[in-house]
């Protein structure tokens, strides 16, 4: 068996067309899974009521099973809660009418989620709570002092581990094959399906992948440098 690097360019060049759909992925659980994050750190942080409990609940039990069993449990779990749903409160919509795509958004969101959530935590526990007082004492509510004070200077803190996370999603992408959406690995298998040439066409994905993944660091080196610079009071 001989490397064929004929067909690693072949394959790089057909696998590129899956990467909107790799990074459509990764872009939709990352957003949603920010939003979830924010809320269920917020709510751990400030000791809401129940909310509070079932955040704690919510975050340990993502974190302590598998990416892919998230998946598949939306996958078989939630077709099942709609349907079900739709019969008793005679809707038209079923889950036949989610495509596929929707499930892997669904489930690699609610993981996110879970991540995120450390995340925005350690960014907001890392700002000094003097800058909270020093919020109340001008008169500006929690929400105020979160929204202009301490989210901003959080992500700041943030933004190296929020940047791990958005490669880990990207590298996690490729469980959405389970559910048959064909993402970057998924058309690196189809593509080496027709000559059996598998070594060359993953090694094309790897290929894309590390250059996906050096894109994401150096942008969240410049934006990290962009908020230093602006911190220190310079010109950003």
Not at 121 to 126: D, I, M, N, Q, V
Not at 133 to 156: D, K
Not at 177 to 182: C, Y
Not at 206 to 216: C, K, Q, R, S
């Amino acid at each position: 068996m001989q490397l064929d690097i004929s067909f690693i360019w072949t394959a790089f060049r057909q696998i590129l067309g899956a990467i909107p759909t790799t990074l459509s992925i990764t872009a939709v659980s990352v957003l949603v899974g920010f939003l979830i994050g924010a809320v269920t750190a917020l709510a751990r942080l400030y000791r809401v009521p129940v909310l509070s409990q079932v955040s704690s609940a919510y975050v340990t039990f993502i974190r302590g099973t598998p990416m892919l069993t998230h998946l598949l449990l939306i996958y078989f779990g939630l077709p099942m809660i709609i349907d079900g749903l739709a019969g008793h409160f005679g809707w038209s919509f079923r889950s036949a009418s989610i495509p596929m795509i929707g499930f892997a958004y669904i489930s690699f969101s609610i993981t996110a989620g879970a991540y995120m959530s450390e995340v925005v935590r350690a960014g907001l526990l890392a700002v000094d709570k003097g800058q909270t007082e020093a919020a109340h004492s001008v008169g500006m509510t929690t929400p105020q002092a979160l929204r202009r004070i301490l989210f901003p200077q959080a992500l700041a803190a943030a933004l190296p581990n929020l940047s791990n996370s958005v490669i880990g999603m990207l590298h996690g992408s490729t469980l959405a094959f389970a559910v048959s959406v064909v993402d970057i690995n998924a058309k690196a298998q189809i593509v080496a399906s027709t000559n059996w040439k598998f070594f060359e066409a993953y090694l094309a994905a790897a290929l894309i992948f590390w250059g996906l993944t050096v894109l994401i660091e150096r942008s969240s080196a410049w934006i990290e440098k962009r908020i230093g610079a602006y911190n220190r009071g310079g010109v950003a």
